[in-house]
C-alpha cells in the first residue's frame, strides 16, 4: 500500500540556523500537504503543493514538490524558538485521495 | 462551533471496555477522516468517510474497530473489548473539499488510555 517516509525524526538546531525535513512517496502523488504539530496540539495545515517541481513560501519557509511527484522538502531558514514542533508530511494518491501522513520530524529550537 | 469537535476529551477505562469517540466536524464539510496517533508517534490513518458513506477502511487495525457516520455529520468511533494497545489520541479532521484534495481541519483529539 501507500507508503510516506520522512527524514529525519529528529532535529535539534541552534536558534538562527537552518533546518530541512525530507519526505519520499512509494507511489507518485496526486498532492502534497505540510502540518505543524506544536506539542500538546493538533496537527495545522501549512500548505499544499500540487504540480510538478512546483516551490512555494511562506515567511521563512520554503516547500518544493519533486519533479516526479513522489518527494518534497520543507526547508525553514533562519530557526525561531516559535518554529518548535513536528512537521508532517501528507500524500495523496490512488483513487479515494486519501491522505496518508509521514512519521513527521519533530524539530527542537535551542536559543 | 466554528471547529472541529471530539468527545470526550479523556477516557481511562479497562481492558475488555468498549469506548466510543464522536466527532463533530465543521458545518458543510463531506469528508471526515479518523487517525490514530500514539505518543511520540506520527498519525495512522484508519477510515475515511464522504458523506455517510465509509469508501476506504482499509486502515482499522482490526474488527474491534468501527466507524459510521450519520446524517453526513457527526461520526462515531467505536472500539470494542479495547486493548492496551488502543491506548492512544484519536483524532478527527474534516475537509470541504468533495473530490476529497482539500487541507484537513484536525480537532484537539480524544486521548483514550486503556489500564
Known amino acids: 500500500g501507500q507508503q510516506v517516509m520522512q527524514i529525519p525524526q529528529y532535529q535539534h538546531v541552534q536558534e538562527g540556523e537552518d533546518f530541512t525535513t525530507y519526505c519520499n512517496s512509494s507511489?507518485?502523488?496526486?498532492?502534497i500537504q505540510w502540518y505543524k504539530q506544536r506539542p500538546g496540539g493538533h496537527p495545522v495545515f501549512l500548505i499544499q503543493l500540487v504540480k510538478s517541481g512546483e516551490v512555494k513560501k511562506q515567511k521563512r519557509l520554503t516547500f518544493q514538490f519533486g519533479e516526479a511527484k513522489k518527494n518534497s522538502s520543507l526547508h525553514i531558514t533562519a530557526t525561531q524558538t516559535t518554529d518548535v514542533g513536528t512537521y508532517f508530511c501528507?500524500?495523496?494518491?490512488?483513487?479515494?485521495?486519501?491522505?496518508?501522513f509521514g512519521a513527521g520530524t519533530r524539530l527542537a529550537v535551542h536559543p | 462551533g466554528a471547529g472541529v469537535s471530539q468527545s470526550p476529551s479523556n477516557k481511562v477505562t479497562e481492558k475488555g471496555k468498549d469506548v466510543e469517540l464522536r466527532c463533530d466536524p465543521i458545518s458543510g464539510h463531506t469528508a471526515l477522516y479518523w487517525y490514530r496517533q500514539s505518543l511520540g508517534q506520527g498519525l495512522e490513518f484508519l477510515i475515511y468517510f464522504q458523506g455517510n458513506s465509509a469508501p476506504d477502511k482499509s486502515g482499522l487495525p482490526s474488527d474491534r474497530f468501527s466507524a459510521e457516520r450519520t446524517g453526513g455529520s457527526v461520526s462515531t468511533l467505536t472500539i470494542q473489548r479495547t486493548q492496551q494497545e488502543d491506548s492512544a489520541v484519536y483524532l478527527c479532521?474534516?475537509?470541504?473539499?468533495?473530490?476529497?484534495?482539500?487541507?484537513?481541519?484536525f480537532g484537539e483529539g480524544s486521548r483514550l488510555t486503556v489500564l
Open positions: 479532521a474534516s475537509s470541504a473539499d468533495r473530490r476529497n484534495t482539500g487541507e484537513l481541519f
Open positions: 501528507a500524500g495523496r494518491s490512488g483513487g479515494y485521495n486519501k491522505l496518508i
Open positions: 507511489t507518485t502523488l496526486s498532492n
